[in-house]
Structure formats: structure tokens, C-alpha cells
């Protein structure tokens, strides 16, 4: 008699363990060709379930091919071809990298409100229903656009009618639809330096990328002369840190209407500021029509939470729907009714302020180990006020190869600022610090492990 140990387990009916059960058997000759299997009835007295689970795990079987059924007389085993695993000598087993003891390469985010978010997902289950199967606008359903529309207003300043809101999966989405809908005979400036990966889906999208030179104030209007569309990150470049200042957002406004091009505002994490509130965004400035405006909810909530959404113009967004209107939403109504109940009931600014609190004095107590630590006096914080990473200036000899392989050496895998110029090499001696994951026990130690070699 067969005899398994089923457990309920969440989204795995009773049936369907089963099910995997005998099949497992099957695969692996258990369960010979041709033999027999227990009836439903002694099979579930056996197993203490009921019948039909027995029942509806044989017709899975059988619809799959890997049992039959003989009239009156039972279930029986089909020969199923079987794959028998590669010869041990064959297999070429690789040496898995060993973990970092930091990792301050990637970024991410802590203390997602679940409880919250579930409670608002079991409302909209039970108040929509069956409505979340039919078929949404391509702009993102109005509740959330709308919900967007307020926040903007309300923290950065920013006047964005929700007719005018695009909402997508990521803006690796929404940079190709802006691609498509700008045109492919416009030349692109990107921050250098910047982060790559922008770059990298203009150049796969077929438009030429070339780089827009930067001084302490940002992006200079004189390295632009090539291009007609410009992005940028004026609330808090990365990794530099740098905020652009008003004067200079206005001589890329004029830049912009100069030339008839346009600037797409990343405004990824201007919601962590430490010393003051956010500058208004740089489309409250433009009278012209001249600013995309493009945030996400990846940086504030959780990379998992692929909701982005840009504000176009108003004729851009006409042009958008007369030329891409056929582009669906590629967020679940399911996704965004939750979210615009987490926007429009406060629990987005109530999280945001918490999560400032929290990565505040994070940043905080990091910055005091840096600075107690053995070889303090080698070591400059630039760049801390905002946003979820600062810059380490270390005073060093070595090249910054040299340096981020010593470090790598002690457990830190770490970029340096030279990792992000597309261009020519060039040492920079600075660390970029991603911290918003950083545990601060395994920071003293990692330091420890390096008193004595970075004065070397």
C-alpha cells in the first residue's frame, strides 16, 4: 500500500501533493510499468483523506499519461521514458563564490509594511472582485493616477493632472516607451558619471548615447551641444550625491527650449533627505512643456514592487495616445488599487517618514564606526545628506583597482566612483557606500580586518 506523508501546505492542496508523490515514484521506478496502484477508496482510508483527493490526483495522472485506467479492474503505471542522471565523472562541479562579508555594491530596501499592504490587498480582493479580471486603461487605472496626482502636489511641489500620468513596470519600460515615442533621430546625454544601466537600454533601443559632462553644480549646459534629450537625476545624482541647484536647472530648461529637446527627470530616491525637504521638482519649473518627470515605488517600498510612472507633458501625452495607444498597462488592477489606497489613506508619507528615521540613524551610527575605526584619519564622508548612499574619500596610494581588490580581500565587494565613467579610467580614491542594507556588526568587523593595510 502506498503510504505518504501529506502535509497542507500554503497554495498546495492535498491533491496535488499527492499527486507529486505517485508521479516522483513513477520517475524514479518506485513504481514499476504495470503495476498496480491501491483503489481510491483503500488508498484514501489509508492516507486518511478523502476520496475525491485521491480521485482528482489519479485524473491529473492520468491526463498526464503517467497511469491508465482498465475498466473494473483498477489504475496501473505507464512506462514513462526516464532521464538517468549524468555520470558523477561527467559533471563538473564549480566552487561557488563565497558570500561577501559586505556587499555594498547593489542596493535595496528594509521593513516593508506588510501588514498593511496585506489588510489593503484583502480589501480590494473583497471590494472588486471579478473586477480585477476585466480590462484596465493603458495609462494606469484613474484611482492610482489620481493618488500619484496628490502626492506629487503635496511633496514635491509639482502640478501632474492625472490625465497627464503613465503608469508601467519599471522604468525600464517606461524608458523604452519614451524611445518609441520621442523618436530615434534624437541623440541622448546621460550623466557621466551616472549609472550605467540607462545607457545601456537607450543603446539596445537603437538611439544614439552619448555623455553629458558634470561640475559641482550637475550637468553642464555646454557639453549638450550634440544632443535633444537629456537625463537626469538633478535631486540627488548618483553616485556623486549632488543636488542641481535652481540656477542651473534653469540653463538646462533654456538648453531644452533652445534646441526643441527634452529632459527626463529621474527622480528615483528625492523622498530621503536628511537635512530639508526635497527641492520642488524640476518640471514645476517649466512653462514649455520641456520635462518628463519619472519616479518609482521600487526605492521607497521594494524592488519586487515593479510600479514606476513618468508625467508627460500634455502634448506629449496626446501623442502618446494617438501613435502608442495600443500599449496595454503592464501592472496588475490588482497591484494598483493597493497601492492607491497605500498613497490616498497616509501610509506612504507615514512609511517614508519612518524609513527616514530609521536610514537617518542608520547612516548615522555607520558614520560613527568609519570614524572611530583604526584608520579614521585616512578616511572622508562626502555626500551624506541624502538619499540611501554617501561617498568614502580614502587616502591611499594605491589605485582604486588596487584598492577595491584589498578590500574585496577582506570580505567588502564595493564599487569605487571611477566604476561608473563610461569614458576614460581615472582614479578616484572615493567609495560609493550603498548602506540601506548595511549591517553595521559585520561593517566593525570588516574594519578590523583591514587596520593595518590601508596605511600600508
Known amino acids: 500500500m502506498l503510504t505518504y506523508e501529506l502535509k497542507k501546505s500554503p497554495g498546495v492542496p492535498l491533491y496535488e501533493a499527492l499527486y507529486r508523490c505517485i508521479r516522483r515514484d513513477i520517475l524514479n521506478g518506485t513504481l514499476a510499468p504495470g503495476e498496480k496502484l491501491p483503489s481510491k477508496r483503500a488508498l484514501a482510508e489509508n492516507l486518511e483523506v478523502s476520496k475525491i483527493t485521491v480521485e482528482t490526483a489519479y485524473n491529473q495522472l492520468l491526463s498526464e499519461g503517467y497511469i491508465c485506467s482498465k475498466e473494473k479492474i483498477g489504475y496501473f503505471v505507464e512506462a514513462v521514458e526516464r532521464h538517468a542522471p549524468a555520470p558523477a565523472a561527467a559533471v563538473r562541479e564549480e566552487k561557488a563564490e563565497e558570500s561577501p562579508l559586505l556587499d555594498l555594491t547593489g542596493s535595496g530596501t528594509v521593513r516593508f509594511p506588510f501588514s498593511v499592504w496585506t489588510r489593503l490587498q484583502r480589501e480590494v480582493m473583497l471590494d472588486y472582485g471579478e473586477q480585477l479580471l476585466l480590462p484596465m486603461p493603458n495609462q494606469g487605472i484613474y484611482e492610482l493616477r489620481k493618488a500619484i496626482s496628490d502626492h506629487l502636489a503635496a511633496f514635491r511641489g509639482l502640478h501632474a493632472p492625472p490625465e497627464n500620468i503613465l503608469v508601467g513596470a519599471g522604468t525600464d519600460f517606461l524608458y523604452n516607451i519614451l524611445i518609441q515615442l520621442l523618436g530615434r533621430d534624437y541623440t541622448y546625454a546621460v550623466e557621466e558619471p551616472g549609472y550605467g544601466k540607462i ?111 513618468m508625467v508627460l507633458p500634455g502634448a506629449l501625452m ?85 584598492l577595491t581588490a584589498l578590500l574585496r580581500s577582506s570580505g567588502i565587494h564595493i564599487h569605487t566612483l571611477s566604476h561608473y565613467y563610461h569614458g576614460a579610467y581615472r582614479d578616484s580614491h572615493m567609495l560609493v557606500v550603498n548602506y540601506a542594507l548595511l549591517s553595521e556588526d559585520n561593517l566593525a568587523e570588516a574594519l578590523d580586518k583591514l587596520a593595518g593595510k590601508i596605511q600600508d
Open 318 to 402: 496626446e501623442r502618446f495616445k494617438r501613435e502608442l495607444g495600443f500599449y496595454g498597462c503592464t501592472v496588475p488592477s490588482f497591484e494598483q488599487y493597493t497601492l492607491a489606497r497605500f498613497l490616498s489613506r497616509g501610509h506612504f508619507e507615514k512609511h517614508i517618514n519612518r524609513m527616514r528615521k530609521f536610514y537617518r540613524a542608520r547612516r548615522n551610527r555607520i558614520i560613527e564606526i568609519l570614524k572611530t575605526c583604526p584608520f579614521a584619519s585616512h578616511l572622508e564622508i562626502l555626500e551624506q545628506d541624502a538619499g540611501l548612499h554617501f561617498l568614502l574619500k580614502v587616502d591611499t596610494p594605491r589605485s582604486d583597482r588596487e
Open 199 to 309: 545607457r545601456k537600454i537607450y543603446a539596445a533601443g537603437g538611439v544614439e548615447c552619448i555623455s553629458a559632462a558634470m561640475d559641482s553644480q550637475g550637468v553642464r549646459p555646454d557639453s549638450l551641444d550634440r544632443a535633444q534629450v537629456l537625463h537626469i537625476s538633478p535631486s540627488h545624482h548618483f553616485p556623486t550625491g549632488l543636488v542641481t541647484p535652481v540656477s542651473r536647472r534653469l540653463e538646462l530648461l533654456a538648453w531644452a527650449r533652445g534646441c526643441g529637446g527634452y529632459i527626463i527627470e529621474d527622480d528615483y530616491d528625492s523622498e530621503f533627505r536628511f537635512d530639508a525637504h526635497p527641492m520642488p521638482a524640476m518640471q514645476s519649473l517649466d512653462h514649455d512643456g520641456r520635462v518628463i518627470y519619472m519616479n518609482s515605488f521600487s526605492k521607497t517600498l521594494a524592488p519586487s514592487i515593479r510600479i514606476s510612472y
